[in-house]
Antibody, heavy 121, light 109 residues
Framework: EVQLVESGGGLVQPGRSLRLSCAAS????????MHWVRQAPGKGLEWVSG????????GYAESVKGRFTISRDNAKNSLYLQMNSLRAEDTALYYC??????????????WGQGTMVTVSS | SSELTQDPAVSVALGQTVRITCQGD??????ASWYQQKPGQAPVLVIY???NRPSGIPDRFSGSSSGNTASLTITGAQAEDEADYYC????????????FGTGTKVTVL
């Protein structure tokens, strides 16, 4: 079964850091680009960051550029999101999503169930 | 960065047809993909590459595109199609960026 399972969310104070993880199974992880997408409570979807199959290229939304870092470990079938200098507006459910292609495809065909990040003092 | 604009809400009678639109400059260059999200659930891809359906998606879902507008059509809407729908495409303003639409709430009457 193709599956993505996120972890690492929680309650964190503004200005602090958090690292999210996404464990992939059921497909050849290193054949595909991967992404993080978030959804603030009651709001729409926002693409956060993406990484190519071999980590050769990455992309970030303007709202997180310079604060978040995406990475992957193909040997561990895992995707990560290091989030620094967290702000209240980063509060959201963070989804891990599989790209339909290896290098920046046109869709996200598999999604995890998400991990909640709450930034509050 | 680019923006994709959707109508906030539409309604459709059971068994009728509804079209959801998504407008943005990036759609002149890139294909749209469409996602269905039901309350408390993760999004599900329903259309990609303008009009391709992943395995398991009913053929009542179809996509089209013209100029800066992409559309998702549900032909013969069912009660289970009531959900939020989001379009998505690459962002034409820079490499390796994506943008989601503002979302449309579909109500099946």
């Amino acid at each position: 079964e193709v599956q993505l399972v996120e972890s690492g969310g929680g309650l964190v104070q503004p200005g602090r850091s958090l690292r999210l993880s996404c464990a992939a199974s059921g497909f050849t992880f290193d054949d595909y680009a991967m992404h993080w997408v978030r959804q603030a409570p009651g709001k729409g979807l926002e693409w956060v960051s993406g990484i190519s199959w071999n980590s050769g290229s990455t992309g970030y939304a303007e709202s997180v550029k310079g604060r978040f870092t995406i990475s992957r470990d193909n040997a561990k079938n895992s995707l990560y999101l290091q989030m620094n200098s967290l702000r209240a507006e980063d509060t959201a459910l963070y989804y891990c999503a599989k790209d339909i292609g290896g290098n920046w495809g046109d869709a996200f065909d598999i999604w995890g169930q998400g991990t909640m990040v709450t930034v509050s003092s | 960065s680019s923006e994709l604009t959707q109508d906030p809400a539409v309604s459709v009678a059971l068994g009728q047809t509804v079209r959801i639109t998504c407008q943005g400059d990036s759609l002149r260059i890139y294909y749209a993909s469409w996602y269905q999200q039901k309350p408390g659930q993760a999004p599900v891809l329903v259309i990609y590459d303008k009009n391709n359906r992943p395995s398991g998606i009913p053929d009542r879902f179809s996509g089209s595109s013209s100029g800066n507008t992409a559309s998702l059509t549900i032909t013969g809407a069912q009660a289970e199609d009531e959900a939020d729908y989001y379009c998505n495409s690459r962002d034409s303003s820079a490499n390796h960026l994506y943008v989601f639409g503002t979302g449309t709430k579909v109500t099946v009457l």
